[in-house]
């Protein structure tokens, strides 16, 4: 009789954990469209709560970086792309941002727009890595887990099948993506009369899942890759060795078995790039959008902003062609034309993906890297 309201969050839902009896009356809103905004900043509360604090990020960054580049457009539509996109109602009408991230990159944004739910711990939760660990190539194969990895990556579900019953957390008939929505990577990117349609929300999540999926597929802790090749790479950079950079490239590439590569598309091959880049130091990101295109990958340090265009082939009697289509997109494009006081390089990247059906062995390497002038 003390009790009149409570309210309970978490990953999985109570009704379905069968540890309750008497408790089992209550009311689930998870889907509600009347509560979808209840556990996130919306569009409206960050600009009418936090303008001054996003104006204070933009002078902070033009500051350190010496640039007049950062405006409280670009901000905002960095904090869009890296922590918005969540919906949890089953109408897709509400989208909120990740309150964690946006309170710290407003606290510190001197940092840039760091994968701060990355950090906390969250994005690993006993759940989603027991199942991995229990069923990587078994239920779950891991040419899907990087499929998962594209920001455009849709799976179409409904309501019950993202919240089935609970008998086990290592019940292998849980379905991978109902999992991958419960620990936070997935959310519902659109609604239709009968049907969801859920993947990942943002860049913050997508880089968390990558690491997520770059341990699996290797058996490699993230730091690993950090301690191999951090010096190297940055060298390489920095003098220009783009055969060296290409061999560092191929043993990245030769750390992932047969049956994980084999499929790969050409944002897989930029992803892992992305990844191992971004776990060395560099600020990195995808698909970044001009007025004639989108380039495949940006990395930068305090100097330099690369900018990469890959193509993967599956014959290697066609590379030095790819090579030139790459450059001549690079310049047609104009993906150098960016307002930044760094150097700006253009790489031009081509791998091959060469699967062999007459006896002989597969091919996959980085076939050529070269700098488009």
């Given at each position: 009789d003390k009790f009149r309201f409570i309210f309970i969050t978490g990953v999985t839902r109570y009704s379905n954990t069968?540890?309750?009896?008497?408790?089992?009356?209550?009311?689930?809103?998870?889907?509600?469209?009347?509560?979808?905004?209840?556990?996130?900043?919306?569009?409206?509360?960050?600009?009418?709560?936090?303008?001054?604090?996003?104006?204070?990020?933009?002078?902070?960054?033009?500051k350190k970086e010496k640039t007049d580049k950062y405006t409280y457009e670009h901000i905002l539509n960095g904090l869009k792309n890296n922590y918005d996109g969540y919906s949890f109602d089953e109408e897709c009408e509400h989208h909120v941002y990740n309150p964690w991230s946006i309170l710290n990159f407003l606290k510190k944004p001197q940092y840039g727009f760091k994968p701060y739910w990355l950090e906390t711990g969250g994005a690993k939760p006993s759940l989603l890595i027991n199942y991995l660990n229990n069923f990587i190539d078994k239920t779950v194969k891991k040419t899907e887990l990087v499929d998962?990895?594209?920001l455009e990556f849709i799976k179409r579900t409904d309501t019950a099948s993202l919240?089935?019953?609970i008998k086990s957390i290592e019940d292998k008939d849980f379905p991978f993506f109902a999992i991958l929505y419960q620990a936070g990577y997935f959310t519902i990117k659109s609604a239709h009369r009968k049907f969801l349609d859920v993947g990942l929300p943002n860049l913050e999540v997508k880089e968390a899942f990558a690491e997520l999926v770059l341990e699996k597929i290797t058996n490699k802790s993230v730091a690993s890759f950090s301690y191999?090749?951090?010096?190297?790479?940055?060298k390489s950079l920095r003098e220009r060795d783009y055969a060296t950079l290409k061999i560092d490239f191929n043993k990245i590439l030769n750390e992932f078995s047969y049956e994980s590569i084999h499929s790969f598309k050409e944002y897989a091959f930029r992803d892992i790039y992305k990844v191992i880049l971004q776990i060395i130091g560099y600020n990195t990101y995808t698909e970044y959008q001009t007025s004639m295109g989108r380039s495949d990958l940006c990395f930068e340090d305090d100097q330099h902003l690369y900018i990469c265009e890959f193509k993967v082939i599956g014959r290697s009697d066609s590379v030095k062609n790819k090579l030139e289509e790459a450059k001549q997109q690079i310049k047609e494009k104009r993906y150098c034309l960016r307002l930044t006081d760094k150097e700006v390089i253009a790489l031009a990247v081509v791998i091959i993906n060469e699967n062999k059906k007459d006896g002989h062995a597969p091919m996959r390497e980085v076939a050529a890297i070269e700098e488009a002038l």
């Open positions: 069968s540890i309750f009896s008497a408790f089992n009356n209550i009311e689930d809103i998870s889907f509600e469209p009347d509560y979808g905004a209840i556990v996130g900043y919306t569009q409206s509360d960050l600009e009418l709560y936090f303008k001054k604090y996003i104006e204070n990020a933009a002078n902070t960054l033009n998962y990895l594209n919240s089935p019953t191999s090749y951090e010096s190297t790479i940055a």
